[in-house]
């Protein structure tokens, strides 16, 4: 910008540049769950994640998947928005539940006998051993079960980057109880993924821009790897230069010696009370159920 005179001002080292800050694509909607008080939607979504960890039983987790996806509907997303994101989750876990159906590892420990329904054999041999594939009743609803746990937290972690407001995080965790330090490290951590992402997105364009071939196929896969190191080494020094300056910023505005102040306020509403009852609820009712020893384990 120019300064007196006409000179260009040179900026001052140490400036907290908050455009270097990326967010996740949010969006305001006037939603249910936008207009929920941040807090209420942690507070809710920490009772959640507990109360299904306590279960292994598919018909109960086939209710906090239920759960999970009116939370999703309700929250209006678009699919152009989150389509990646959704394309990434969804692979990892049908491709983690299929490992689990066809090695059953993880479910030896819930159950002790097995019912088999079918068995396959390789055509081939290796060292005189045939690889043979068993298929059992324990097995495929073991990898349902967890096909069903693990979607219903991913449903419901997908939702608070993409519907709380990036200039609420610190000030949310801050009301949460956590000191100023603590609040802002969380805030700064939310934006590091979608920072680090949109840095490697512009290294990627320049490299080309100057001739680079990342997607040459000589070399094999260390030769891959070697190829990427102008793209990892350049993104790696900028975020840590990054950190540097944002740590300088806040050092010399005396960051951490007082208690500070935020922009906004945030004020619990009627369904704001109404979801964390829901929450502490669903929490006690998980507790005691799984002490009684509901939820275990279940096949028909």
């Not at 389509?83 to 030896?108: E, H, N, P, S």
């Not at 109404?274 to 020893?293: E, F, K, N, R, Y």
Request: glycine fraction near 8%; hydrophobic fraction near 50%; aromatic fraction near 12%.
């Amino acid at each position: 910008m120019p300064g007196r005179g006409g000179l260009a001002q040179k900026p001052v080292p140490g400036f907290l540049h908050f455009s270097m800050l990326v967010t996740w694509k949010y969006k305001p909607r006037n939603t249910l769950i936008q207009r929920l008080d941040p807090r209420s939607r942690l507070i809710f979504y920490a009772c959640f994640l507990v109360s299904v960890f306590m279960f292994w039983d598919l018909r109960i987790l086939l209710f906090f998947l239920a759960v999970a996806l009116l939370a999703v509907l309700a929250a209006q997303l678009s699919w152009r928005d989150t389509r990646r994101t959704w394309l990434f989750i969804g692979a990892f876990i049908l491709i983690y539940a299929l490992l689990t159906l066809l090695t059953g590892r993880g479910g030896f420990e819930l159950y002790k006998t097995e019912r088999v329904i079918a068995t396959l054999r390789a055509p081939f041999t290796i060292f005189n051993w045939q690889p043979t594939l068993t298929i059992s009743i324990e097995q495929i609803f073991f990898a349902l079960s967890q096909f069903a746990r693990v979607f219903s937290i991913a449903s419901m972690t997908i939702l608070i980057p993409y519907t709380i407001d990036p200039a609420q995080y610190g000030i949310t965790f801050r009301r949460l109880g956590l000191p100023d330090k603590l609040a802002f490290a969380m805030d700064l951590t939310m934006r590091f993924v979608p920072s680090l992402g949109r840095d490697f997105a512009m290294t990627m364009d320049a490299q080309k821009a100057r001739g680079y071939e990342l997607e040459r196929r000589e070399g094999g896969l260390i030769g891959q790897v070697r190829r990427l190191a102008p793209l990892l080494v350049p993104v790696v020094i900028h975020s840590i230069v990054s950190g540097e300056e944002i740590t300088d910023a806040m050092d010399l505005r005396a960051f951490g010696t007082q208690p500070r102040t935020w922009l906004r306020e945030l004020v619990y509403q009627r369904r704001d009370y109404i979801l964390i009852i829901a929450g502490v609820l669903m929490l006690a009712t998980a507790i005691i159920g799984s002490t009684l020893g509901l939820g275990r384990f279940w096949a028909p």
